[in-house]
């Protein structure tokens, strides 16, 4: 006897009705739709018009025979049925991923994916990284997606790429594997007509009375720069609140105040455009940039080519920062002395150790 859509659940031959029916882009829009909260935000996520999804939608729920979702005010819901598709989804994307990645194992590195999301301060060298790696394996595919720390965590957390790029680590409840690869200095920028450009040595106090404009909460920066203020009791005189480096970076020119951020973010123009870097106590923060993923992660070849890749980067990430800004590597070797103290009179083996 053939089983119709108005007896699939009595003889329990769902299953077989969902693999005929139902596609695996249907389960792709449905999945990003309750990963995102959002018709539109998925519809935008994987480039479809918002009535391509719906459509999608309406066509699935006519599969399963029940409702996918449930309007709650302005926002869709997934309903109990919902709820328990979206977990079938994950379980069997993940091991669609598992054998995609076994498939290109098996291929080598000539051919294969990788999955890469960076957070925003990183979009000033990411894809030049990315493009470096992609001319020695002309082969892989590469995406990349530049996002802000939540955002970033929240992808994490749904294991939706191969690496992380991060400036800081994740919360404590997400147990990940980190490795450092590149510098990350913050410094103090001000406007080149500022009357403190040129001046040496200036205090945190001196800093602390100026203008200031801050990243917005949630972000890296914004935290670090914080903790050098609350190291000595000290505030900024916060003028504005902004969710971007390049927002902030004309508020700099614009005489608006004096911020922190990342040296990346002078790439272009270097200390010859229009942004100064103030010699405050402090200051530079050396941080560092680290490619991350999730603890118990297999990563696939292609993953650990670019992990290998990126750690080889660090010499020259590192003269990269000091073409923007040659005083970087006083800095440098004055952080490798005060971590070797026994060496400090010895400059080569300092020198070496950097």
């Not at 659940?9 to 249907?26: E, K, M, V």
């Not at 005010?73 to 309903?79: A, D, F, L, Q, S």
């Not at 301060?121 to 892989?140: D, T």
Request: glycine share 8%.
């Amino acid at each position: 006897m053939t089983s119709t859509p108005d007896d699939v659940h009595a003889t329990g031959s769902i299953p077989d009705y969902l693999i005929r029916h139902a596609t695996l882009r249907q389960l792709q829009v449905f999945e990003t739709i309750v990963r995102l909260g959002s018709f539109t935000r998925a519809a935008e996520e994987l480039f479809l018009t918002q009535p391509t999804v719906s459509m999608q939608i309406k066509k699935l729920a006519g599969v399963v025979g029940l409702p996918l979702f449930e309007q709650v005010g302005r926002n869709v819901k997934p309903t109990e049925v919902g709820l328990e598709l979206f977990e079938a989804c994950r379980d069997i994307f993940k091991t669609l991923s598992n054998l995609e990645m076994k498939i290109s194992d098996l291929k080598g590195i000539k051919r294969g994916r990788l999955r890469l999301a960076a957070i925003t301060n990183a979009k000033y060298f990411a894809p030049e990284v990315l493009g470096q790696f992609s001319a020695m394996y002309p082969g892989i595919e590469v995406a990349l997606k530049v996002t802000n720390r939540d955002r970033i965590i929240e992808r994490m957390r749904n294991n939706e790429d191969d690496l992380y790029i991060m400036g800081q680590a994740p919360p404590e409840d997400i147990e990940v594997e980190s490795f450092p690869f590149a510098p990350n200095p913050l410094v103090v920028l001000a406007p080149k007509d500022h009357p403190l450009v040129g001046q040496k040595n200036i205090t945190l106090a001196r800093i602390a009375k100026e203008p200031f404009i801050l990243r917005e909460p949630g972000s890296g920066t914004r935290d670090a720069t914080l903790r050098v203020f609350n190291s000595l009791g000290l505030r900024p005189q916060v003028r504005m609140e902004l969710g971007s480096n390049e927002a902030i970076i004309h508020g700099i020119i614009g005489g608006l105040g004096i911020s922190v951020l990342s040296l990346h973010t002078l790439t272009l123009e270097g200390t010859k455009g229009p942004i100064a870097i103030l010699d405050v106590e402090g200051f530079p923060i050396l941080r560092q940039w680290f490619m991350v993923y999730p603890k118990g992660k297999e990563l696939s070849l292609v993953a650990k080519a670019f992990m290998e890749f990126a750690m080889g980067l660090q010499t020259s990430m590192r003269e990269r920062m000091e073409k923007i800004w040659p005083r970087f590597s006083e800095f440098i070797v004055k952080d490798a002395q005060a971590s070797n103290p026994d060496h400090a009179s010895d400059k080569n083996k300092v020198k070496q150790g950097t």
